[in-house]
């Protein structure tokens, strides 16, 4: 995500949590507004380290608390193959997706295909396991670093 949308993604999660009735403290919107800056997804340490520089002696529980916020309000997403988080862009409504993670550049897409998640869903179902969170996650060569190796 580019600097230029920063501000609109910011305004985006603080409009949403004013209308959930919670709030958006200086300490979530920092860990936010990190996740969204990176190109890449960030681990819990790493988010702290990039702390530093805005949030006076950052505890790894406060961290963990911010990301658990923004999981529960659906503002990020946990990959779970990397122990990463990453922002969401479409934070608005609640959503299962899937991950594309790309092991060259690290670059990683959010796709939302909702056929996906329900054949998941249903296949649980059919042996009687009930799906909580389903993660897919898929690990390859982004479309750039593809063409890349065409070259
Ligand atoms: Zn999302
Ligand atoms: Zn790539």
Redesign the pocket.
């Known amino acids: 995500m580019k600097n230029r949308t920063l501000s609109d993604v910011v305004q985006r999660a603080e409009a949403l949590c004013q209308e959930r009735g919670v709030r958006l403290t200086e300490q979530r919107k920092s860990v936010l507004q990190l996740l969204c800056v990176s190109d890449k997804p960030l681990s819990a340490y790493e988010l702290l380290d990039r702390m530093r520089g805005t949030v006076k002696n950052p505890a790894p529980p406060t961290v963990y608390r911010a990301l658990d916020f923004l999981l529960e309000q ?1 503002l990020v ?1 946990k990959l779970e193959s990397l122990h990463a988080y990453v922002g ?4 608005e409504h609640p ?1 299962a ?1 899937q991950f594309l993670i790309c092991d060259d550049c690290g670059e990683v897409s ?1 796709l ?1 295909d909702p056929s996906v998640a329900n054949s998941l869903q249903a296949a649980g179902k059919a042996i009687g396991f009930r799906t909580k969170r389903p993660v897919v996650e898929l690990l390859g060569t982004c479309a750039r670093c593809t063409k890349k190796e065409d070259d």
């Open positions: 659906g997403h969401c862009t479409h934070p959503h997706s959010e939302e």
